[in-house]
């Protein structure tokens, strides 16, 4: 063994004991690898452990043509031993980006229609996808639910996750109408009063939407709520979300799997037209991620949040738009102020 396969032999067997900490007992080298870059001197040091696993991966699969050939000719055994570090390295990544940028493109060819104006006294079913944002409400009726009601837009607003769309069940309506007998308030999700409502001048805090039920109440009316089924809604808006961007191949610390594209978000408006609902519009956004050439493992890491191990990514690509408060406006061109709050 010549003083070169030696040095190898040496970095092979160091970087295979650190990846397989790195796969059972990530704590330790990520402890390590904090300790490093906290004393700034072993910033280098922390940065070189931080390729091992992709050392260990290339050497591994060098080796087995190196030493088929090594005593004929190491040259011979050099040059073979590159072709698997081309193929995966390179030629990998590469079909797996192309992938990627198939399927974005197949996200992107679903966006069509565009926001509709409600006509007046229609139901409306409001979905939300269970892991969406902890600001809305699965099955409560929160901003645009309590919007569509005290501006008099919709008829009854029927609220629940987004999987009703498959099943027609767990909704909750929502409904203002003369009151029978004694009225029982309602839980509702707080949700402050914005500018459109009360003026720009108003003073902070602003008053809360469901202050409006005040006014309700005097009129002699009453917001009422009960379970239903999807079929009673004329339009139904669906807030999807998805956060998965990879096939989730996951050994150890490590999620193996190649990116894929993450649907952070989706909006979708169905109506129903001879019984059954149609899709007029759709509007997704999704994020997706490019792997390295070559291809890089990163070990886990937890400096300030914790990331799994995973091929290392570079280029972020984006389709369709996100969109921003206030929410109703991916779904309607109606005016949904709520009057009638600046005395509260």
Known sequence: MT?????????????GVWTLLSFTLY??????????????????IAMLLALMPTTFLYLTLAAPAYLLLRRDSRL????????????????????ANQSLAHDLKQISAKDHGSPIRLAPDQKVALLVDATN???????????????????????EVLAGPASALQTGRGLRRYWIEKAHGVCRALSLAP????????????P????????????????GQCLYAEPTKLERADVVFVDGISQHDTAGHRVGAY???????????YKAIYIRSEGKLKEVMRRPYAVGQYLTLPLMLEPPSEFDTYQE?????EKRLTVGKQFAYPGSQAFLVNDLRVEGLAQH
């Open 133 to 155: 944002s902890s600001t809305r409400f699965t099955g409560d009726c929160a901003e645009l639910c309590q919007r569509l009601l005290f501006s008099g837009t919709a008829n």
């Open 3 to 15: 003083r070169g396969e030696y040095w190898l032999a040496t970095v092979w067997a160091f970087s």
């Open 309 to 313: 191990g995973r091929w290392r990514r």
């Open 27 to 44: 704590g330790i080298p990520n402890l390590i690898s904090v300790l490093l870059i906290l004393t700034m001197i072993g910033f280098p």
């Open 191 to 202: 949700v402050y009063a914005d500018d459109a409502d009360v003026g720009q001048e108003a």
């Open 255 to 265: 999620d193996l799997g190649f990116p894929r594209p993450a649907i952070q978000q």
């Open 76 to 95: 011979a055994g050099f040059l073979l031993g590159i072709v698997p570090f081309g193929l995966v390295g390179f030629l990998v990544p590469s079909l």
């Open 204 to 219: 902070y805090p602003r008053p809360l939407l469901y202050a409006k039920l005040s006014e309700i109440y005097a009129k």
